[in-house]
């Protein structure tokens, strides 16, 4: 790139021959100094490399103000002067090699746009966040017909005008972009009578979530609830019990009870957990005893008291993100480790299962960031849950996030992850990006499927970062 006292000598020597040119020039200079001084959005200025066909690109931001876009158009004036200036020199035959002409021209352009990037801009006009927001917030409530949604999307101030306790002046209620796309089956869920029971939909609402209309609004109807809802067994018997089947809705479920889910009777919707309702069988020796593939003699268990044993006394509070029904955060609690279950009901109520347990469940789709602080949590453990399917780039976003709930020295379990061997390597460095400390590190073939899959198990420790 030249600097600007060549492009001086330039004008110099071409001073006299294009003078209107050089007042073009200056007066490009002068404007854009100007506008772009107010600019603090510009969020694509591209120029193409062939010089007959720069291509100033300015994409309009609606943060700019009225008076912002009349020197915008100004601007773009003059950069449409120059463009027509250098097809029409690159034309004609003239005295200055029109190339060497309109390079100089380009340089200019050029030079102007990138400075303006590469110092940022000091927001002069700062327009505050609200008084930019009513048009989308009014867009988004002009999208839906019904009432409910419009009332939920659009920002309430709050009274009188004032600040509340945590320095918002309105309390902005949002709903995942997806729901845009789900305009029909979001305003069936939103139909209802204000104070009335709700319709049993909660499958239409997991449903809105686990395809990206999450957050969903919130409601005013009351949600449907068992019939009749017997207390729950008391904490010293609810670990390791089947719940009574009355304390669950099992309206879109085969099912109808929890003996039907333990029985394994069947096994669709739920396929990653066949067993998992079977608690005496199945789940009790789960993270207790390694069981080891009867055909390798090989296991990628890990046990709970050798990941405790890394950290003595220092694991007391994490979160498991599995398909399951809170077995893990069971286990754990008689280790007096305080563990909450991410998990959506997927073909069978896991939630309900969870809670009746005397555990804590988090309905939670993997389209969301963790409701949890940075650097929080001691413990994440996941099973059953990114195997395989799971997009490179979605992983990574999900393991930076698991990151940053971490605490430096939190141990991330990752149990029983499988894959295609193929892909093994792809998804190993996902995890190793993390630059975590290994302190189990396991890789051992699936034989169930034609050999094609492993398993990968892991235990890896959160290093503290340098700030
Ligand atoms: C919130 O405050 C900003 C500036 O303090 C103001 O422009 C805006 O109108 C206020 N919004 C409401 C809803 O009071
Ligand atoms: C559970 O449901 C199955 C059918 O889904 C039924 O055959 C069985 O009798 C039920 N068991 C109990 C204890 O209600
Ligand atoms: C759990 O599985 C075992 C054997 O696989 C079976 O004998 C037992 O009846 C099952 N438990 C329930 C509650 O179905
Ligand atoms: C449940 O299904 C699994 C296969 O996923 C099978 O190994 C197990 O024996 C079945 N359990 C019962 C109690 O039928
Ligand atoms: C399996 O491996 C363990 C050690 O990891 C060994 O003690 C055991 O004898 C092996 N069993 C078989 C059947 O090879
Ligand atoms: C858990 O805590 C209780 C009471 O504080 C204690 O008696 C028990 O030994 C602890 N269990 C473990 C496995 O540390």
Known sequence: MPKPNCCLKLLGRWNGFHKSIFMLIILVILLSIATLSKFYSITSLSISDTLCSRVVNIESSSRFSAADDGSRAALETVIQKIRDEMKETGAAASVIPSSRYNAFLGEI???????????????????????????????????????????????????????????????????GHACFAMKQDLEEYMDYDVGEICKDDWKLAQKLMVHGCDPLPRRRCFSRAPQLYIKPFPITESLWKLPDHRNVRWSGYRCKNFTCLAANGTRKGFFKCADCFNLTHHEMPRWMELKFD?????????????????????????????????????????????????????????????????????????????PFFDNTLDLI????????????????????????????????????????????????ESFKMLRYRKRRWIVVPKVDKDDREVFFSAVLEKPPRPF
């Open 109 to 175: 352009l050029e030079l102007l746009l990138v400075q303006s990037l590469a110092s940022p801009v000091e927001k002069t006009t700062q327009i505050h966040p609200l008084a930019m927001r009513p048009k989308h917030d009014e867009a988004a409530a002009e999208f839906f017909l019904i009432e409910e949604i419009r009332k939920y999307v659009r920002i309430k101030p709050n009274r009188l005008g004032k600040q509340n306790f945590m320095g918002a002046n309105g309390t902005f209620t949002s709903i």
């Open 294 to 370: 009867p055909q390798t003699n090989q296991t990628a268990d890990i046990l709970i008291s050798d990941v405790l044993s890394i950290k003595p006394g220092e694991v007391r509070i994490g979160l498991d993100f599995s398909v399951g029904t809170g077995t893990f955060a069971a286990r754990m609690r008689e280790f007096n480790v305080t563990i909450a279950t991410g998990t959506i009901n997927l073909g069978a109520p896991f939630n309900e299962m969870i809670a009746l347990r005397g555990l804590l469940p988090i309905y939670l789709s993997i389209n969301q960031r963790l």
């Open 381 to 428: 453990h996941t099973t059953r849950f990114l195997d395989g399917w799971i997009d490179f780039v979605l992983l990574d976003f999900i393991l930076y996030d698991w990151d940053r709930v971490l605490r430096p020295g939190g141990l991330l379990w990752i149990d029983s992850f499988f894959c295609l061997k193929e892909e093994l390597d792809d998804y190993l």
